[in-house]
């Protein structure tokens, strides 16, 4: 099994977050829980539902990663994307994404 991450975006500015350890919503994917094992990915699951349900956030989702050097690496490119901002010059405040981190 892929060790997974919970990710949504934050329902008042639309920003994507992952769950932490402490049970917060960050803004960074290295700051997000990691779940190696079914119990803690159906955990993360019941968190996400929850938050849902208090209108925290939206699109949640469990998504694959694997861990290089301490960094976490989602496996598909849109989670990449998400990760680390957009692709392009987007507008003020939102620096282009890496290319390295991106590059799959």
Request: glycine letters at 6%; hydrophobic letters at 45%; aromatic letters at 6%.
């Amino acid at each position: 099994m892929a060790d997974k991450v919970l990710t949504a975006n934050r329902l008042t500015d639309g920003i994507a977050v992952w769950l932490n350890a402490n049970g917060e919503w960050a803004t960074s994917l290295q700051d997000a829980l990691v779940a190696r094992h079914g119990e803690a990915v159906a955990a993360l699951e019941a968190i996400g539902k929850k938050s849902y349900a208090d209108n925290k956030v939206v699109d949640v989702t469990i998504i694959e990663v694997h861990e290089t050097d301490g960094v976490l690496w989602p496996l598909r490119l849109r989670e990449r994307i998400r990760a680390e901002g957009p692709t392009m010059e987007y507008a003020p405040g939102y620096p282009v994404a890496d290319p390295k981190f991106i590059d799959a």
